[in-house]
């Protein structure tokens, strides 16, 4: 199906085709009998098809009609894909979801709306049991980086508090048609069983507060959402910039916060 279809750079369409990534993505996500999968962004199948022979089952979410039929017709006698026609930002994971089956996420990702897409995952979290994403690998050392770093930022505190996050590997831009400008890397999130944020849109609030304006000191950039003394009694020193602070004492923070949106 390949050939006949040009690549759409808004759609942030860069099509793997070095086949040992495409394995160690598989073997990554190692499918288990009874797995949910749903692929965000198939495009013209790279992972599509070895998944669906390998595990026999998969749903994906794909926007670019163009490439509808042809995965349809690519399944065609291999296996049940669920083709999906819908801007994934849309799409409520709660419902791909059964009552005691979460979803298995995974995808190499159009890197314009790379965030979106992991805070829109974030927002249902509860639903998802991991997460296998390609994305700039300036984006996973975002997310995966620790207090003091210069990149470690919302996406870095967001995630953390939620989800395990494991860089798995990287990818060379040439493994990719057409290549992107940048290298990219895989990488694992596994939500929490019991994340200790007690009040998502509240910790979202303060986060965004917080690295606003990452140059001020959190007494500035808080102000108006909390006070000096609800930050000591998270161990926060008020002068101390939000790059300093662990995510362990952001949750304290917005934990200690008044309930009821009087922070929105
Ligand atoms: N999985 C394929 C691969 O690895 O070769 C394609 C990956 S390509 C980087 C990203 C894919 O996401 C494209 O197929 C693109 O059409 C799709 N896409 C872009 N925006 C989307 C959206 N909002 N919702 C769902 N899919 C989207």
Redesign the pocket.
Known sequence: MSSSHR??KS???????EQRY?DR?VQAVNPRPGDRLV??????????RPLLARHGELTV????RD?ITPLMEMAEGGGRLTVIH??????DFGKLAGPDARIRLL???????SSP?LFHALDHAASIRDMHF?LQKEVVDRMAAGPGSKIYGRLSVMLQAYCVVTPLFTVPPGA??PP?KVDSAVVRLQPLARPEVLDHDRFANVMRAAFGQRRKTLHNALDGICGDADMEAAGIRPDARAEQVPVADFIRLANHLPQSGANA
Do not use: C, S, W
């Open positions: 690549a759409k759609l942030g369409q860069h099509f793997l085709h495409i993505i692929e965000i962004g198939p495009g013209q199948g790279a992972i599509t979410i794909e926007f670019d490439l819908r801007d994934v930002l849309e799409v995808g190499n990702l159009p890197y314009n709306i897409i390609m990719f048609r992107p």
